[in-house]
């Protein structure tokens, strides 16, 4: 007979990891500390849009849902940057034919909790909060909407509870348990872009929308609805900041400034401002990720702010390589979790610092000259040399390697377009006996 298995936490990365350890027979008991998302509505001003991009549908091919999940989703083939004056600029994320997806969180949370409970041999526990757990003897407390308390039994726990995990909570009390949580000065809040007639979409449905402004900015995701979830990134104090900001005066005077072309697109800025919480920002790390037979997965063992669009693309490919894992070394649990912190936390390294360098990017550089002719010079490398040259975003959103390897290569593509910037070698791209040595060189 099969190991039990109990998962804390139902978000995204729970449920995926239900469903991947029902399919190879093991008894999974998932417990979420909310109601059942298929009952009610997703919490009001939390629901970020995601960009499910390769990784993440890599993970959702394994459980037969990735079709599924993109007949709802909304391609998105580059970044359409809106200037003050309401000029636009358009950045391809890649070469023909490659874009990130437009999903709701809620509705893929919903489809992956569906099916984890098509299966007999998994158990949903809605409403359950985990507020201890034990690590010498694989027990946890659940305590449910009426305070009933209770202690689940396991021979595995898997934490996936999120950014305020109580699985982690307890394993940062062992010995050499290391742990940094970091806050972006800047919080968010969801606003709307509504649609246009019949559902349509009021400005280009197959983008990124960016209105960088330098120390702020706002995005815009698509949603099948014709409407558009826009996050508004802003520091907490200063000039203009969320300090500033108290009265209908001040949030009408501000986006007339900042965002006159998006106004008459969201009649419901100013009570949406108002009325949807302030979320905030961090980046957390953690060492080890296993603890006996203990293991986080997903945020609850990396959180990573959402500017590269990867904080679910990793986390689902935390459960897609620890089932290939599993399919490996099973029965062997010890190697099997070691395994898994060993292949992800580098890596899980690597794309937190590389969404904190993307922030930089996305609010500051994206308008700038310079930083458009960098995008230009690689955009024309992707095209003229694909065999030898990838950017690190394709590395990143449109292919498997690991993210470590996309950091790394990251700096030499950098050195590379440097060189060429500085040389003004920009309309020699298409000439391959100098090009070709040159990638060589500084990708080798």
């Known amino acids: 007979m099969k190991e039990k298995i109990a998962i804390i936490g139902g978000g995204l990365s729970g449920s995926l990891l239900a469903i991947c350890l029902a ?32 990784r993440g549908i890599d993970a959702l091919e394994k459980v037969g849902l990735a079709d599924k999940v993109l007949n709802d989703a909304i391609p998105m083939n580059g970044r359409m940057m809106h200037s003050t004056q309401g000029e636009l600029t358009y950045q391809p994320y890649g070469k023909q034919g490659q874009y990130i997806n ?24 809605f409403k359950h909060k985990c507020t ?28 996936s509870d999120g950014a305020w995990s109580a699985v982690r909570n307890e394993m940062q009390k062992t010995n050499r348990f290391t742990y940094s949580q970091t806050y ?44 558009f979830t826009c996050t508004l990134f802003l520091p907490y104090e200063g000039p203009n900041s969320f300090e500033t900001l108290k009265t209908d005066e001040t949030v009408e005077a501000f986006f007339k400034q900042y965002f006159a072309d998006a106004i008459s697109l969201m009649p419901n800025y100013i009570e949406d401002f108002k009325t949807n919480p302030t979320g905030s920002l961090a980046t957390i790390r953690c060492n080890p990720w296993v603890h006996k037979h203990f293991a986080l997965i997903g945020d609850a063992a ?23 894992i599993i399919e490996a070394h099973y029965p062997n649990w010890d190697n099997i979790l070691q395994l898994y912190q060993e292949a992800r936390i580098k890596n899980a390294n690597a794309i937190a610092d590389l969404a904190c360098k993307n922030f930089v990017e996305m609010r500051d550089l994206v308008g700038r000259p ?37 950091q790394d290569m990251g700096y030499k593509n950098e050195a590379l377009i440097a060189h060429i910037m500085q040389n003004n070698l920009d309309k020699d791209l298409q000439n391959a006996e100098r090009i070709k040595p040159l990638i060589q060189q500084y990708i080798a």
């Open 23 to 54: 399919k190879r027979g093991f008894t999974v008991d998932l417990f979420e500390r909310r109601g059942d998302i298929r009952k009610g509505q997703a919490e009001a001003g939390r629901s970020i849009n995601l960009a499910l991009s390769t």
């Open 184 to 227: 972006e000065n800047y919080g968010y809040k969801e606003l709307e872009i509504v649609p246009g007639p019949n559902s349509s979409f009021q400005i280009e449905e197959n983008a990124l929308h960016i209105w960088p402004r330098g120390e702020f900015m706002m995005i815009a995701l698509p949603n099948p609805g014709g409407n």
């Open 102 to 125: 437009s999903v709701s969180r809620s509705l893929l949370n919903i489809k992956l909790l569906e099916l984890a409970d098509a299966y007999e041999n998994v158990n949903l526990y």
């Open 132 to 159: 201890d757990v034990n690590l010498n003897t694989n027990t946890a407390v659940l305590v449910d909407e009426n305070s009933n308390s209770k202690t689940i039994t396991a021979d595995i726990i898997f934490g």
């Open 370 to 406: 310079e930083f458009m002719r960098f995008k230009k010079i690689e955009h024309d490398l992707c095209e003229y040399y694909p065999d030898l040259y990838k950017s690190q975003y394709e590395l990143v959103s449109f292919a498997k390697t690991s993210y470590k390897y996309a």
């Open 302 to 324: 990396h959180g990573v702010i959402p500017f590269y669009g990867q904080g679910m693309n990793c986390s689902f490919e935390d459960v897609k390589e620890l089932d290939e």
